[in-house]
């Protein structure tokens, strides 16, 4: 069976654009969370969306949104790009979003700011 | 900030069973104890999680100390594609939200 599949895979922007960033859940998942993972750190929670509403929203400024589709896949979006944006994006999913059941991470869409 | 405090590396020989230890001294009757691992370049991948029993899975055993204070996960024979960042994390539900906080986990070395 498929796992979560993120596209793209890595990504070059300049400072000042706008990226989108696509997210597949496994087959039946319909809870999707988004994370930011600098070099060196641990993912940082982004987002949480379950059944297309957000249920939770990390500390991130509003230049980041997100948005689950009726099929359960998900989009983040950053819009004016910095530097620091430079980061592993990553997209997990569950079943229903609840903590007795795993979250299964995509491997990430590396994106460069440059 | 992580509920759970790990050693930041440790090393094991192939063959041998690397035992990782964690500290969540502050964890609530609900809350669930997971690990995950990232492997260079990688996502994070799900091993194991548990409640209040020990749990075994073909990848890994966990063993959650009665007073749930703390817990170890067990690699039972350990080889070279071992090698990673192992994450302890206790899963924290406020309101309606499933956030998975990481901390900077251990960076476990297989030695050949």
């Known amino acids: 069976d498929a796992g979560v599949t993120q596209s793209p895979t890595h990504l070059i922007k300049t400072r000042g654009q706008h990226v989108t960033l696509r997210c597949s859940p496994i087959?039946?998942?319909?809870?999707v969370s988004w994370y930011q993972q600098v070099l060196g750190q641990g993912p940082q929670f982004i987002f949480q969306?379950?059944?297309?509403?957000?249920?939770g929203r990390g500390n991130f400024p509003d230049r980041f949104s997100a948005r689950q589709f009726p099929n359960y896949s998900s989009e983040l979006n950053v819009n004016a790009l910095l530097l620091g944006d430079s980061a592993l994006y990553l997209c997990?999913?569950?079943?229903?979003?609840?903590?007795?059941?795993?979250?299964?991470f995509g491997d990430g869409t590396r994106l460069s700011i440059l | 900030d992580a509920k759970t405090t790990q050693p930041p590396s440790m090393d094991c020989a192939e063959g041998r069973a690397a035992n990782l230890p964690c500290n969540h001294s502050?964890?609530?009757?609900?809350?669930?104890v997971y690990w995950y691992r990232q492997i260079h370049s990688q996502g994070p991948q799900y091993i194991i999680h548990g409640l209040k029993n020990n749990e075994t899975n073909e990848m890994a055993s966990l063993i959650i100390t009665e007073d749930r204070k703390s817990s170890t996960l067990i690699l039972p024979h350990a080889t070279l594609r071992d090698t990673a960042v192992y994450y302890c994390?206790?899963?924290?539900?406020?309101?309606?939200?499933?956030?998975?906080?990481f901390g900077k986990g251990t960076r476990l070395h297989i030695l050949p």
């Open positions: 502050t964890i609530s009757g609900n809350e669930y």
């Open positions: 969306y379950y059944e297309k509403e957000e249920r």
């Open positions: 997990a999913s569950s079943l229903d979003g609840r903590p007795y059941q795993p979250q299964h």
């Open positions: 994390i206790v899963r924290v539900a406020q309101n309606r939200d499933d956030k998975i906080i």
């Open positions: 087959s039946g998942h319909k809870s």
